[in-house]
């Protein structure tokens, strides 16, 4: 089975620039997560959809991100413009339906890390 | 709202010693209780789970006891590998809160 596919994996720009990451979740599975892991923390949870529908976006800085997921497949999650504070690892995952395999269970994509200069 | 607390790191450990990390929480209602382990140079993956009160996870000699009464899911491990050396993180479903994570290394 082919796990969650993100690119790219690295992406360096420069501050007020924009920047797009996609994330291919696991075939099947309905919800998909986009994460912020800054170093040194723990991942930090930006936005959740179920199929095409947002289920919780209350942490996403609203002003400067934005995701979607047509079709209830793939998803894009861009930034602009881009802060110096944006530089982290952007982690997707996705899960079976509402609860996962088992309640909340998910699976990790590889991250695309981030650099803000 | 929920929130995860994670034992600070970094911790260091010689090879077949016992290993706890603390790992204490706060939510609303009876959330789902996690700990997903990164290795070097690889993704988050899931360790183990617990999905009730004194529900116990176990995964790779590693365990953890959902305390309710405690708000804890504190992770063991009775000895462990130079290979156990990775970062470690408690979480929690529903809005999916994330601990710190805490670095283990251990020598040979």
């Known amino acids: 089975e082919a796990g969650v596919a993100q690119s790219p994996r690295y992406k360096i720009i420069e501050k007020r620039q924009s920047v797009a990451f996609w994330c291919n979740p696991i075939?099947?599975?309905?919800?998909l997560y986009w994460y912020q892991q800054i170093l040194g923390q723990g991942p930090k949870l930006l936005i959740q959809?179920?199929?095409?529908?947002?289920?919780?976006d209350s942490q996403l800085p609203k002003d400067r991100f934005s995701a979607e997921r047509l079709k209830g497949v793939d998803s894009t999650l861009k930034i602009q413009p881009a802060k110096l504070e944006d530089s982290a690892v952007y982690l997707c995952?996705?899960?079976?339906?509402?609860?996962?395999?088992?309640?909340?269970?998910?699976?990790f994509g590889p991250g695309t890390r981030l650099t803000v200069t | 709202g929920n929130s995860v607390t994670q034992m600070e790191g970094p911790v260091t450990l010689s090879e077949e010693a016992f290993l706890t990390i603390n790992c204490t929480y706060t939510?609303?209602?009876?959330?789902?209780l996690f700990w997903y382990v990164q290795y070097p140079g690889e993704g988050l993956q899931l360790l183990l789970k617990?999905?009730?009160?004194?529900d116990k996870g176990s995964n790779k000699g590693f365990e953890a006891t959902y305390r309710k009464e405690t708000t804890s899911f504190h992770l063991e491990k009775g000895s462990v590998q130079v290979s156990d050396s990775a970062v470690y993180f408690c979480?929690?479903?529903?809005?999916?809160?994330f601990g710190a994570g805490t670095r283990l290394t251990v020598k040979p």
């Open positions: 939510a609303t209602g009876y959330p789902s």
């Open positions: 979480a929690l479903s529903g809005d999916m809160r």
């Open positions: 075939s099947g599975h309905a919800t």
């Open positions: 995952a996705s899960s079976l339906d509402w609860r996962g395999t088992g309640p909340g269970e998910q699976y």
């Open positions: 617990a999905t009730k009160a004194d």
């Open positions: 959809f179920q199929n095409n529908g947002v289920v919780d």
